[in-house]
């Protein structure tokens, strides 16, 4: 079963920011926090990771709590290319398996 | 980015028959490919984990013997749906993680339809 709880479905309005939460209260130790997202009919899309600390790249930022339980990704100008669902998942940095939960599916509206 | 590729993309098939689908990575090489299987408005489900030169390792409930995996390369992992039937119509996709890479490249998916 998937570790983590996202809501199902978001709004957010073009160029505003758009920020997903996911609650992983049953994190281990050797845990990381992954974020995917999965465009319609297309296969997903890596966005960001991170372990206990915030991390940015181009395509987002990831704020991780302090007791790392819950985690949100923010989308800073939200575009309606970013309507997709995302995931996120926690796994051990050393294995590659990855197991989806249900998702948030996000639209941007104009 | 490093580029993982399905063919077909898409495929029609009768009931009963079998039908292989192809997870190619294109410019690296993985030891390890994973086959997810996806139904209509619901996530994707982690079927197996596919080695290569070794036997693939499924997911509880997932059976290995409808669902043939080979991976014969270290750029080529197959899935094979034998004896298909209308459910197993499904969007298939595999993933592969470039080894100086922490992320996992996915396939673009391949659309079985068992009629």
């Known amino acids: 079963d998937a570790k983590t709880t996202q809501p199902p479905s978001m709004d957010c309005a073009e160029g505003r920011a758009a920020n997903l939460p996911c609650n992983h209260s049953t994190i281990s130790g050797n845990e990381y926090v992954y974020w995917y997202r999965q465009i319609h009919s297309q296969g997903p899309q890596y966005i960001i990771h991170?372990?206990?600390n915030n991390e940015t790249n181009e395509m987002a930022s990831l704020i991780i709590t302090e007791d790392r339980k819950s985690s949100t990704l923010i989308l800073p100008h939200a575009t309606l290319r970013d309507t997709a669902v995302y995931y996120c998942i926690v796994s051990p940095y050393n294995t590659d398996k990855l197991i989806f939960g249900t998702g948030t599916r996000l639209q941007v509206f104009p | 980015g490093a580029v993982v590729s399905q063919h077909p993309s898409r495929v029609i098939c009768k009931s009963g028959t079998s039908v292989k689908i192809e997870c190619r990575s294109l410019d690296f090489q993985a030891t390890t490919m994973f086959w997810y299987r996806q139904f209509p408005k619901q996530s994707l489900m982690l079927m197996a984990t596919?080695?290569?030169?070794?036997?693939?390792?499924?997911e509880q409930g997932v059976e290995k013997d409808k669902f043939l995996i080979n991976h014969a390369s270290l750029t080529l992992s197959t899935l094979t749906v034998t004896s298909a039937h209308p459910e197993d119509s499904s969007f298939y996709i595999c993933s592969a993680r470039e080894p100086s890479s922490y992320e996992q490249y996915f396939g673009p998916g391949t659309r079985l339809t068992v009629t």
């Open positions: 596919s080695n290569e030169g070794s036997k693939a390792t499924y």
């Open positions: 991170g372990l206990k």
